[in-house]
């Protein structure tokens, strides 16, 4: 079956502009995470999702970033007024919860501030 | 909160030699070890897993150990082959309801060679 997608796969913005970027987890799965990945760095974790809430939003580093889910599938990360720093590889992961751990990722969006 | 360091960061070895790979966590409630395998350019998969109630667990030539009372684990492949060279993450969670943040090491990047 089909897997997690990300779009777009790649993003190139100027310092200062909006972007949003979007994960489309497995089918049925109601967990959704979404990790970042900076350049030769381990995965960091920013957000959760259990349905359309997010009970875990401890890793968001600012209020710049904000994230929704809407109908327990589709999600949007958003960055407002990105900034050099929020250049990284954003992964999406999604697995189907209760006692099955198994967190599946997509292929990630690469950011790029300019 | 939790906190995973992994070591080395990088390994060299030769085709047909054993790779180990090793991770300390922080959080004594942490109970779900995943290793990750990313290579270029593609998205992180799960090689395997282990639970704090399993010290020991291996898949054909790949084996994870844990020590709960050290608050280590290890990842450990034998009879390595050039298609093992990628960088491996490991990660701890407290599994709670289905949800679990994944905290990551830095990364192991691994080079067989032929």
């Known amino acids: 079956g089909a897997g997690v997608s990300q779009s777009p796969s790649n993003k190139v913005t100027e310092k200062g502009k909006d972007v949003e970027l979007r994960c489309d987890p497995i089918?049925?799965?109601?967990?959704l995470y979404w990790y970042r990945q900076s350049l030769g760095q381990g995965l960091e974790f920013l957000i959760y999702f259990q349905g359309n809430s997010a009970p875990d939003k401890s890793g968001l580093p600012s209020d710049r970033f904000s994230a929704e889910r809407t109908g327990g599938s589709v999600s949007t990360l958003t960055i407002q007024r990105t900034q050099q720093e929020d250049s990284a590889v954003y992964l999406c992961?999604?697995?189907?919860?209760?006692?099955?751990?198994?967190?599946?990722f997509g292929p990630g969006t690469r950011l790029t501030v300019l | 909160g939790e906190n995973v360091e992994q070591h080395p960061s990088t390994l060299s070895v030769q085709e047909g030699d054993s790779a180990v790979i090793k991770c300390t966590y922080s959080?004594?409630?942490?109970?779900?070890f995943p290793w990750y395998k990313q290579e270029l350019g593609k998205r992180p998969q799960l090689i395997i897993d282990?639970?704090?109630?399993?010290g020991e667990k291996k898949d054909q030539r790949i084996a994870v150990t844990l020590n709960k009372t050290a608050k280590h684990f290890s990842l450990h492949i034998t009879e390595t082959q050039p298609e093992d060279s990628a960088v491996y993450f490991c990660?701890?969670?407290?599994?709670?309801?289905?949800?679990?943040?994944?905290?990551f090491g830095a990364g192991t990047r691994l080079a067989v060679h032929p």
């Open positions: 282990i639970r704090s109630n399993v």
């Open positions: 959080d004594s409630a942490s109970n779900y």
């Open positions: 990660a701890a969670t407290p599994l709670s309801g289905g949800y679990n943040k994944l905290i």
């Open positions: 089918s049925g799965h109601t967990a």
């Open positions: 992961a999604s697995s189907l919860g209760g006692d099955i751990n198994e967190q599946f």
